[in-house]
């Protein structure tokens, strides 16, 4: 059986070159389109593939991006992209920059709605034009998982990020080296399938495919403006005071402790309790990967929760980053914090 995908260019460092030819250590900066697919050898045969690249939102297409430069516009882009081929396709392959790849990845879960088709992510860690490029072992690998039925792999209906020899949850998914070409690592779910000469899915972990394609819808709405903080030792009140404060800010990732800790400052512990009480969602990640929050687990994560704190379980910073820009772009404060330790997407483990 052949398949059909659309392959979506973003940018990242797959496609990049040094921005100087003649200075191979000049910084890199990605190449166009036409010169990333002059590059593809080998593609798979039973698989007919598009490349394109990002949607500018505006019916143009955005230059290839250094995924710094990538954010919620670009998310809300990409997912009315995929929504306008959905039918088309029997499965699509994002190329993006490693850098943010989790933050993309988790956001188009939550975007995409009653997704039955593969969504794949995937990059590189060296340019595909360089010998011992981990890009054509990588893209080959998307490829077979979008195009699933000439593959004869199961459907995997979810945003995945396959890398290296992995197909992991994108909204379990963190990047976790910038040297080993297993970049990523989805500390609190086993990877989906595991890539050798044969790649085994692992069925029993995947989530249902909708009963029909009609159910999928695209999201667009992001607008929300959260911000990303974290306790460290030393952290002032003042300090703290100063990032919870910032105007137009309605929700907080702060990254604790340990199981969800933080200093037991009754004035540190206040602060954060009147950025509750002025609407704003404070959710508790840890800067420990593995493991969930367990607020009540020590009295130093106790403070939090009396001052209104949420836990949000064994999800990632990254996970929850899209989960609260896409909660709070939808629901009241209230809704949004009932909703941060509910599973949507298969982004935590629920207690
Ligand atoms: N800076 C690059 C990016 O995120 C890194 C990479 O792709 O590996 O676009």
Same mark, same amino acid.
């Given at each position: 059986?052949?398949?059909?995908?659309?392959?979506?260019?973003?940018?990242?460092?797959?496609?990049?070159?040094?921005?100087?030819?003649?200075?191979?250590?000049?910084?890199?900066?990605?190449?166009?389109?036409?010169?990333?697919?002059?590059?593809?050898?080998?593609?798979?045969?039973?698989?007919?593939?598009?490349?394109? #690249?990002?949607?500018?939102?505006?019916?143009?297409?955005?230059?290839?991006?250094?995924?710094?430069?990538?954010?919620?516009?670009?998310?809300?882009?990409?997912?009315?992209?995929?929504?306008?081929?959905?039918?088309?396709?029997?499965?699509?392959?994002?190329?993006?920059?490693?850098?943010?790849?989790?933050?993309?990845?988790?956001?188009?879960?939550?975007?995409?709605?009653?997704?039955?088709?593969?969504?794949?992510?995937?990059?590189?860690?060296?340019?595909?034009?360089?010998?011992?490029?981990?890009?054509?072992?990588?893209?080959?690998?998307?490829?077979?998982?979008?195009?699933?039925?000439?593959?004869?792999?199961?459907?995997?209906?979810?945003?995945?990020?396959?890398?290296?020899?992995?197909?992991?949850?994108?909204?379990?998914?963190?990047?976790?080296?910038?040297?080993?070409?297993?970049?990523?690592?989805?500390?609190?779910?086993?990877?989906?399938?595991?890539?050798?000469?044969?790649?085994?899915?692992?069925?029993?972990?995947?989530?249902?495919?909708?009963?029909?394609?009609?159910?999928?819808?695209?999201?667009?709405?992001?607008?929300?403006?959260?911000?990303?903080?974290?306790?460290?030792?030393?952290?002032?009140?003042?300090?703290?005071?100063?990032?919870?404060?910032?105007?137009?800010?309605?929700?907080?990732?702060?990254?604790?402790? #340990?199981? #969800?800790?933080?200093?037991?400052?009754?004035?540190?512990?206040?602060?954060?309790?009147?950025?509750?009480?002025?609407?704003?969602?404070?959710?508790?990640?840890?800067?420990?990967?593995?493991?969930?929050?367990?607020?009540?687990?020590?009295?130093?994560?106790?403070?939090?929760?009396?001052?209104?704190?949420?836990?949000?379980?064994?999800?990632?910073?990254?996970?929850?980053?899209?989960?609260?820009?896409?909660?709070?772009?939808?629901?009241?404060?209230?809704?949004?914090?009932?909703?941060?330790?509910?599973?949507?997407?298969?982004?935590?483990?629920?207690?």
């Amino acid at each position: 059986m052949r398949a059909k995908v659309l392959v979506i260019y973003t940018g990242g460092t797959m496609g990049m070159v040094p921005a100087d030819e003649a200075d191979p250590d000049s910084p890199l900066v990605p190449a166009g389109r036409d010169r990333l697919a002059r590059a593809i050898v080998n593609p798979p045969g039973d698989i007919d593939w598009d490349l394109i #690249g990002l949607a500018d939102g505006a019916g143009g297409t955005l230059p290839p991006l250094d995924s710094s430069d990538v954010g919620p516009g670009h998310w809300t882009a990409l997912a009315a992209q995929i929504a306008a081929a959905y039918a088309d396709y029997d499965g699509f392959v994002v190329l993006h920059g490693t850098d943010t790849m989790a933050y993309s990845a988790a956001a188009l879960s939550f975007l995409l709605e009653n997704l039955g088709k593969p969504v794949v992510f995937t990059g590189s860690q060296l340019p595909i034009f360089v010998s011992r490029s981990d890009a054509p072992g990588n893209l080959a690998n998307a490829l077979a998982i979008a195009g699933w039925p000439a593959s004869k792999l199961p459907c995997i209906p979810e945003v995945v990020i396959c890398f290296a020899d992995v197909v992991l949850r994108g909204n379990r998914a963190t990047k976790v080296s910038t040297g080993a070409y297993r970049g990523f690592a989805s500390p609190n779910l086993p990877p989906l399938a595991r890539l050798g000469i044969e790649i085994a899915v692992e069925r029993a972990l995947l989530r249902s495919r909708p009963a029909s394609d009609a159910a999928f819808r695209a999201d667009r709405r992001l607008t929300a403006q959260i911000m990303d903080i974290s306790l460290y030792p030393g952290i002032t009140v003042s300090q703290l005071d100063a990032m919870l404060s910032v105007p137009g800010v309605q929700g907080y990732v702060l990254r604790c402790f #340990g199981a #969800g800790n933080a200093p037991g400052d009754p004035a540190l512990l206040a602060v954060l309790g009147r950025a509750v009480a002025a609407g704003r969602v404070v959710v508790a990640v840890k800067h420990c990967p593995e493991g969930a929050v367990e607020m009540g687990l020590y009295a130093a994560g106790s403070g939090l929760r009396h001052q209104g704190v949420v836990p949000g379980a064994d999800m990632t910073a990254e996970a929850a980053l899209a989960k609260l820009i896409w909660l709070l772009s939808r629901y009241d404060a209230a809704e949004a914090a009932a909703l941060v330790g509910r599973d949507l997407r298969g982004e935590l483990t629920a207690g």
